[in-house]
């Protein structure tokens, strides 16, 4: 009776024990991942640019737990990186409903090469692991010559990884093998032997297409196993580590029976003497989900059978966790979701000179990007896809695995080959350490917009009935209070790189006439505080050479660029200026305002700085004068207007961008100005879209101009082809880009673009749906 009772105050125990781990297991995780965790991926119109391009993209941003698109971001930053890891340009970008709408100007001179792009938001700064995204893209400058360089495969990269993280002795041990060259793609190698130290082949194995293969040593010995891979008449030789005298491993199988997880906890019979009787824990878990499977060591082989719908979909990370909660083993496997949904393509027809594409995702409302390339493309999206980084690599620290071989066509083998795969991505980036006691807190705000601060340099009374006003060209407008010490702060502004903000005081529906200011923007600069991970190949598979001696004949020729032996002349259409018969602008040079203008001189005042005209700030103002007085009252100022208003104070000027301007109009004599023009005058001229312009005349405080703030949204424009055939428009062209195309609530889809002559196209469509699912579907079409 006393050892009855005995047993079961153990019992008891025990189950207090399995409880309580529960519970403080439960805890650890929802606490770890209460803070939501942003994961962006960019969708480019292409992989491979050229250096007079235009980098289009679409970010998809989704929240980690949820897999769905994450409504609350607004601020994310897209760095450009070469392959030193030497930033390029870093730049803010607005995102509204989970996604952005963006593009990265290529600067002319960029040097070939591969580059990085890294998203990233501040928030992500909190946690322990990198949540940014990296994808590879390439630039060629188009005055280079591609030159493709002899790869050696005699020089291979061998890795090797063991399921459950330890090589054991005297136990049976699953060994993975990844064999690549220096490009860091993998190599098929048949007939790899295993042989021990008396030199008896005791295994063998072959490495797939991907470069990944497995091996099993039965009841392993405390010996030194070798790989011999004959390899180019070569025989390479890579030693296995000594294996471990204590341990146990943890096994999953996932993909052999049907509905069902073969669990195999296995060690050695020094270990199993040490541990036996002890209780276990068996963790699957993705994200802040978890499932428990408990058990007794009680052999020292267990196998356990559960369902397989006690996996998550996608990745799951398995832990083989002692009583004491240390992380024994672990594994990752993956878990192919059911019935997922496939893009169905209905129908395209062509329309003269255009192709009105009809497609569907039954029962689902889907938000898509699509870019349309011709058919040869060099561009390739196998790897930079929306499923690799918002399903897999997220989960990694590692950036050199390549998913998308996988899931072309996923069936069981496939499975199996990719459980290849992650037997060599042995652990998350999410360690378990750091779950148990390491819980991120909310150190770096979740920025929405900028804010603008400062204070009021003057006396400002009756403070209750004053606000402050902020404005600015684009049509923003927003007022604040004014706290007792002057302070102000305007929060959650959406401010366009390089346009000027203005502040009045507002009394009463009557403005002050001066107003001295102090202010500041912030959220504008954040900087990612972990050191960036890529993957650099030791060699190159192309060599870029300076192009002295041809024309660049393999790539695609800009309209209006002429070549004349090894020389490139651009031709000079004459453009038609709207304003030319106006008052006062029949006797002025005329300029319409080109993309080329706009970005030569960024601003109004480098432009007119740039033809005739001494710009300067002094004291806060903007002073404009001509080189020579021709006013006998000694003034150099010229007659400046502003869509006809005439301005007197020239600091609403100050980086008015050019992007904004359609024409300026220069008359240095002031002809039909009279005394007023002497020194000439400036016509300038806005585009008719920007509205809810400020008045100029009423504009008395010192402004604030933007840097750093959000990109402008911009229409795609297509490079000017002088031509879209030929084999350097197969292979480097660009046919379209539409970045939004949404579903009806049926899932249906339509999208028109035009084409240029080519028989067949390649259409790469990514996106989302409202249940969380990622597309990435490539669809060549046929033009008829």
């Not at 409880?19 to 606490?31: A, G, H, T, V, Y």
């Not at 188009?142 to 005297?170: P, R, W, Y």
């Not at 196998?382 to 050199?400: E, G, M, P, V």
């Not at 998308?404 to 290849?420: H, I, P, Q, T, V």
Request: proline share 2%.
């Amino acid at each position: 009776m006393r050892l009855y009772s005995l047993l079961l105050t153990l019992l008891c125990l025990n189950l207090f024990s399995q409880n309580s781990n529960k519970e403080k297991i439960d805890q650890s995780i929802l606490k770890y991942y209460e803070m939501d965790r942003e994961n962006v991926h960019l969708h480019f119109n292409k992989t491979v640019y050229l250096s007079n391009e235009t980098i289009w993209f679409k970010g998809y941003i989704i929240e980690k737990k949820e897999s769905k698109l994450n409504f609350q971001t607004t601020n994310v930053f897209v760095r450009l990186l070469d392959s030193n890891k030497t930033e390029i340009l870093n730049q803010l970008f607005f995102a509204a409903n989970g996604t952005i709408i963006g593009q990265i100007k290529i600067n002319q001179n960029i040097p070939s090469g591969d580059y990085f792009v890294q998203t990233y938001t501040n928030y992500m700064n909190n946690f322990n692991e990198d949540e940014s995204t990296v994808q590879k893209i390439r630039i060629i400058n188009t005055q280079d010559k591609i030159v493709n360089n002899t790869i050696n495969n005699s020089n291979l990269d061998i890795t090797l990884s063991f399921e459950g993280g330890k090589l054991l002795s005297q136990s049976d041990n699953n060994i993975g093998v990844s064999i690549k060259n220096c490009l860091g793609k993998g190599q098929k190698i048949n007939n790899i032997e295993v042989r021990n130290s008396k030199n008896i082949v005791v295994n063998n194995f072959s490495t797939n297409q991907e470069g990944f293969g497995k091996f099993e040593l039965k009841n392993t010995e405390n010996d030194i196993y070798k790989l011999f891979i004959s390899n180019n008449d070569e025989t390479v030789i890579k030693e296995l580590p000594r294996p471990l005298i204590e341990g146990i491993n943890l096994h999953v199988n996932n993909f052999a029976i049907d509905g069902k997880v073969a669990i195999k906890i296995s060690t050695n019979e020094i270990s199993y003497n040490k541990f036996k009787g002890k209780n276990y824990t068996i963790l699957i878990q993705k994200n802040d989900y978890a499932h428990y499977v408990d058990f007794n060591l009680d052999s020292a082989n267990k196998d356990l059978l559960i369902e397989k719908n006690s996996l998550f979909d996608g990745i799951n990370i398995i832990r083989l966790l002692d009583s004491e909660l240390n992380s024994i083993s672990e594994r990752i496997v993956y878990n192919q979701p059911e019935n997922n949904t496939k893009i169905n393509l209905i129908s395209s027809t062509k329309l003269k000179d255009s192709i009105k594409i009809k497609a569907s995702i039954p029962g689902r409302i889907g938000n898509f990007s699509v870019t349309i390339l011709p058919k040869n493309t060099k561009s390739n999206f196998d790897n930079n896809n929306i499923y690799n980084h918002l399903a897999f690599k997220n989960y990694f620290d590692s950036n050199d695995l390549d998913y998308s071989y996988y899931f072309k066509n996923f069936n069981k083998r496939k499975a199996f080959e990719l459980d290849l795969m992650l037997l060599h991505a042995t652990e998350s980036k999410y360690k378990w350490a750091n779950i148990l006691n390491n819980a991120p807190k909310a150190i770096y705000t979740f920025d929405m917009g900028l804010n603008v601060s400062g204070k009021i340099n003057q006396n400002v009374p009756n403070k209750q009935n004053t606000k402050l006003r902020l404005f600015s060209i684009n049509g923003l407008e927003e007022y604040s209070s004014i706290k007792d010490d002057n302070s102000f702060e305007f929060q959650n502004i959406m401010a366009i790189d390089s346009s000027t903000l203005y502040f009045s005081l507002i009394k009463k529906d009557e403005k002050l006439e001066s107003l001295g200011i102090y202010s500041k923007i912030e959220n504008n600069n954040r900087k990612f505080l972990k050191s960036i991970n890529f993957f650099s190949p030791i060699c190159q598979e192309l060599i870029f050479t300076k192009n002295i001696n041809d024309n660049n004949s393999e790539f695609p020729k800009m309209e209006g660029v002429v070549e004349l032996k090894n020389v490139a002349i651009t031709e000079v259409k004459k453009i038609k200026l709207e304003r030319q018969g106006e008052y006062g602008n029949s006797m002025a040079k005329g300029y319409k305002i080109s993309d080329t203008d706009a970005g030569t001189f960024r601003d109004v005042l480098s432009f007119i700085g740039s033809h005739g005209y001494d710009v300067f700030q002094q004291g806060g103002e903007v002073i404009i004068r001509a080189r020579v007085s021709n006013s006998f009252l000694g003034s150099r100022t010229p007659v400046v207007f502003l869509d006809n208003i005439q301005l007197f104070e020239f600091t609403y000027l100050l980086n008015l961008s050019l992007n904004d301007v359609d024409e300026i109009y220069i008359n240095k004599r002031g002809y039909g100005m009279g005394n007023d023009g002497s020194n000439g005058s400036i016509r300038i001229y806005t585009k008719k879209m920007i509205a809810n312009k400020p008045n100029p005349n009423q504009i008395k405080s010192k402004p604030i101009v933007v840097k750093n703030g959000f990109q402008p949204y911009m229409e795609f424009e297509n490079p000017k082809y002088a031509t879209f055939q030929g084999e350097s428009f197969e292979n480097y062209g660009t046919v379209n880009w539409i970045s939004n195309i949404y579903t009806n609530e049926n899932g249906d889809f339509e999208f028109s673009t035009p084409f240029f002559g080519q028989k067949e196209l390649t259409l790469n469509i990514q996106g989302i749906d409202n249940k969380g699912q990622l597309y990435n579907e490539t669809i060549n079409i046929e033009v008829k």
